[in-house]
């Protein structure tokens, strides 16, 4: 059975950390490209890290520095280092797993919230 369940999310401080982490099932990991996306209140969802061929891995510009992506290929998870993190971090992140080959294949999870107050 297909799964892609993200776990992780919390409340935390600025300044504080988080790693969240996105189980996979049902797929070939090697054969797809993954990513972390997330979307504030009002907001469109948009790409905060993506992890492609060979692990090439590119950022949003706002997470540079901070944020980490990675990915364990025998378990089939991936993972996203959040440090430093700020208040406009604020969001619903959800996992995706596209298909290289074929991008009809292209899924999602449902989201993990990660709140950071002050």
């Known amino acids: 059975q297909l799964q892609v369940v993200e776990s992780g999310g919390g409340l935390v401080q600025p300044g504080g950390s988080l790693r969240l982490s996105c189980a996979t099932s049902?797929?070939?990991?090697?054969?797809?490209?993954m990513g972390w996306y997330r979307q504030a209140p009002g907001k469109q969802r948009e790409l905060v890290a993506g992890?492609?061929?060979?692990?090439?891995?590119n950022y949003t510009d706002s997470v540079k520095g901070r944020f980490t992506i990675s990915r364990d290929m025998s378990k089939k998870i991936m993972y996203l280092q959040m440090n430093n993190l700020k208040p406009e971090d604020t969001a619903v992140y959800y996992c995706?797993?596209?298909?290289?080959?074929?991008?009809?294949?292209?899924?999602w999870g449902q989201g993990t919230q990660v709140t950071v107050f002050s």
């Open positions: 995706r797993a596209q298909n290289r080959w074929k991008r009809e294949f292209d899924y």
């Open positions: 049902g797929i070939i990991f090697t054969l797809y490209d």
């Open positions: 992890i492609f061929t060979g692990d090439h891995t």
